[in-house]
């Protein structure tokens, strides 16, 4: 299934009507008057994508690029043997340098969204930037955070908020037809 078919059954699976994606003309409409896009939430993915296309041209074949909280590599780090660039994964509300895990990657990018990197708390409340549409409140599901693991970190911005917002159960769903996408959800009881 072509990328953008896949994100529009993704789409599907959250507000079907509200965004239509035509791959054919290459458009976007919004269906409700006063809609907007911000793209801020895809700008680091975009950028990352550029650095590594630039690198490439110049010759460059070993880079890791990270724009905090997205990691796009060109291929794998010196040491022959290595099974690829070597990426920590937060731990959710741990210490700056408790780690949950690494994984090993190469020409691939890894994109984490959570909510315990911009947050407050107030009165025992957890006030986190990824917003549910349809109150305007933040998000509260069973999930601390989701990486993506893919070829683009495009992709991942795109697909870490989307799949976030699904929850695990839809978001495996959106998962199934996207072999070229991995993801790790970190859930509330961890």
Not at 22 to 36: F, H, I, Q, R, T
Not at 55 to 74: K, P, W, Y
Not at 132 to 161: A, C, F, H, M, Q
Request: hydrophobic share 40%; net charge negative.
């Amino acid at each position: 299934m072509p990328p953008a078919d896949r994100l529009q059954a993704c789409l599907a699976l959250t507000n079907p009507h509200d965004v239509i994606l035509d791959p054919a003309s290459n458009s976007v409409m919004l269906a409700k008057a006063g809609m907007e896009i911000d793209l801020g939430a895809i700008a680091k993915g975009y950028i990352a994508d550029r650095v590594q296309a630039f690198l490439r041209q110049q010759g460059v074949n070993r880079a890791l690029i990270n724009l905090g909280g997205n990691v796009q590599t060109v291929g794998s780090p010196e040491e022959e043997a290595s099974p690829g660039w070597a990426i920590g994964l937060k731990k959710p509300f741990g210490a700056a340098d408790a780690l949950i895990g690494v994984i090993h990657v190469a020409d691939k990018s890894v994109v984490t969204s959570g909510i315990y990197e911009r947050y407050f708390e107030l009165d025992g409340v957890c006030y986190h930037h990824i917003l549910d549409d349809r109150s305007g409140y933040p998000l509260d599901n069973e999930l601390l955070s989701v990486t993506v693991i893919s070829d683009r970190s495009i992709d991942g911005d795109i697909y870490t908020t989307l799949l976030y917002g699904m929850g695990i159960e839809k978001g495996i769903a959106c998962l199934a037809d996207s072999p070229d996408i991995e993801a790790i959800f970190v859930t509330r009881d961890k």
